[in-house]
C-alpha cells in the first residue's frame, strides 16, 4: 500500500522481539513506528499525540480512563496484538469513538504446544521431571499411556481447534468435537457431540472455545464431575474457561488424572511478571503448582518465531486499513 508520507502508529508494551520486528517490517509498510515498552494506560496515553491508530499488548489490561486518555490525545484506532479481547471493553470504545481491532496469527504455534501438553500429560512429565531434578532416576510408580489407546475430546474447532486435529490424525486415537457454532456436521472427518457426551466419553478433553459470557465456567462442577474418573485436562486457550476451584477440588482428591493447563484464571497481574520475590495472591494458582499432576506453564504457547512476525504485520496492516478507509473521522 503505497503512502506519500509515512502513517504513525505509537506501539505500546513492545519488548525487544517485538521491537525488532516492528522496525524490520514498519518502513515497507510506510509506517512510522513510535515504540515503547511501557504499557498503555491513562499515565502513557501521551505517548500517542500525532498518532491516530496505537497498537497494544495483550498482557496489561485497559481500563476506560485509559480509552478516554487515549480518545483524548488523538486516537481512533487499538490494535490488540491478540486473538482475544478479553482485557478491552470494546463495546465502550466504540461508543466513545475508538475502534478496536485484534489479529490473527499462525494458529501452529497455540496447536503444536497443546500436543505437547498432551502429551506430558498422558506420560505423567511433571512429577517425572521433579524425580530426576531431585536425583531420584527411578521409574514412576504409575505407568504412562499412549494416544493411540484414548479418546480426546476437542471443544471448540476454530483455527486452533481445527490445527489441533489435523495433528491428532497422526497418533490414532479416537477423537470427538464440539462447537456450538458447528453443532450438525453431516460428512465431517471427526464426531461431532454434545459437550456432556464428549465429557462422558473422553480421555482427555483439550479447550479451545472462545471466552464469553456463555463459556465462562464452562468445565463448571457439575461437568468437571461428568468426566471420566483419571480423565485429563488440557487448556491452551482462556482460564476463564474452566471453574478452577472445582477443577483443584477435582485434582486433590485424585479423581481426575491430571491436567495441563498454559492459561489459568486469576494470571493476569502474575503471568509474564518475575514473582520469584512477590506473594502471589492466586490461591488456586498456588494450589495447582504444588500439585504433582498439574502442569502450569504462563500464557506462552502463541509464542514462537513465526506467530511474533504473523503479530507484528498484521497489527501494522489493521492500521493501515483503517487509515486507508479514513473510517468514523
Same mark, same amino acid.
Given at each position: 500500500?503505497?503512502? %506519500?508520507? #509515512? =502513517?504513525? &502508529? $505509537? ?7 517485538? @521491537? /525488532?520486528?516492528? +522496525? ?32 497494544? %499488548?495483550? #498482557? =496489561?489490561? &485497559? $481500563? ?7 480518545? @483524548? /490525545?488523538?486516537? +481512533? ?47 505423567? @512429565? ?38 489441533v486435529l489435523d495433528r491428532l490424525r497422526g497418533f490414532g486415537c479416537r477423537v470427538l468435537a464440539h462447537d456450538t457454532r458447528l453443532v450438525d456436521r453431516p460428512g465431517a472427518a471427526v464426531e461431532y457431540v454434545p459437550l ?102 504462563p500464557h506462552t504457547a502463541y509464542f514462537t518465531d513465526r506467530a511474533l512476525r504473523d503479530t507484528v504485520e498484521n497489527s501494522l496492516i489493521n492500521c493501515l486499513t483503517f487509515e486507508s478507509g479514513n473510517q468514523h473521522g
Amino acid at each position: 500500500m503505497p503512502h %506519500s508520507e #509515512k =502513517t504513525r &502508529v $505509537t506501539i505500546y508494551g513492545c519488548g525487544p522481539d517485538e @521491537a /525488532a520486528q516492528f +522496525r524490520e517490517l514498519a518502513p515497507g509498510f510506510g509506517v512510522l513506528p513510535v515504540i515503547t515498552d511501557a504499557a498503555v494506560s491513562e499515565a502513557t496515553s501521551e505517548l500517542a499525540a500525532g498518532s491516530r491508530c496505537v497498537s497494544i %499488548s495483550h #498482557k =496489561t489490561p &485497559v $481500563t476506560h480512563a485509559t480509552l478516554r486518555a487515549l480518545r @483524548a /490525545a488523538g486516537v +481512533r484506532y487499538v490494535s490488540t496484538r491478540s486473538i482475544g479481547y478479553n482485557h478491552i471493553d470494546v463495546e465502550y470504545a466504540a461508543g466513545i469513538g475508538v475502534f478496536v481491532g485484534n489479529v490473527s496469527y499462525s494458529p501452529d504455534s497455540v496447536a503444536d504446544y497443546t500436543l505437547m501438553l498432551m502429551l506430558m500429560a498422558v506420560r505423567g @512429565a511433571k512429577s517425572i521431571v521433579r524425580r530426576t531434578d531431585a536425583h531420584d532416576y527411578r521409574l514412576s510408580e504409575v505407568r504412562g499411556r499412549e494416544l493411540r489407546d484414548l479418546t480426546v475430546g476437542v471443544v471448540g474447532t476454530g483455527r486452533i481447534g481445527v490445527a489441533v486435529l489435523d495433528r491428532l490424525r497422526g497418533f490414532g486415537c479416537r477423537v470427538l468435537a464440539h462447537d456450538t457454532r458447528l453443532v450438525d456436521r453431516p460428512g465431517a472427518a471427526v464426531e461431532y457431540v454434545p459437550l456432556d457426551e464428549l465429557l462422558r466419553r473422553s480421555d482427555l478433553v483439550t479447550l479451545h472455545a472462545r471466552l464469553t459470557e456463555e463459556t465462562h465456567h464452562l468445565l463448571n462442577r457439575r461437568r468437571l464431575a461428568r468426566m471420566k474418573d483419571g480423565a485429563l485436562i488440557v487448556n491452551t486457550g482462556r482460564g476463564g474457561l474452566i471453574d478452577t476451584e472445582a477443577l483443584v477440588d477435582e485434582l486433590e482428591s485424585g479423581r481426575l488424572g491430571g491436567a495441563a493447563l498454559d492459561v489459568v484464571e486469576g494470571e493476569e497481574g502474575v503471568f509474564y511478571t518475575d514473582c520469584r520475590d512477590k506473594p502471589i495472591a492466586s490461591k488456586a494458582l498456588l494450589r495447582l503448582q504444588e500439585l504433582p499432576n498439574a502442569l502450569i506453564t504462563p500464557h506462552t504457547a502463541y509464542f514462537t518465531d513465526r506467530a511474533l512476525r504473523d503479530t507484528v504485520e498484521n497489527s501494522l496492516i489493521n492500521c493501515l486499513t483503517f487509515e486507508s478507509g479514513n473510517q468514523h473521522g
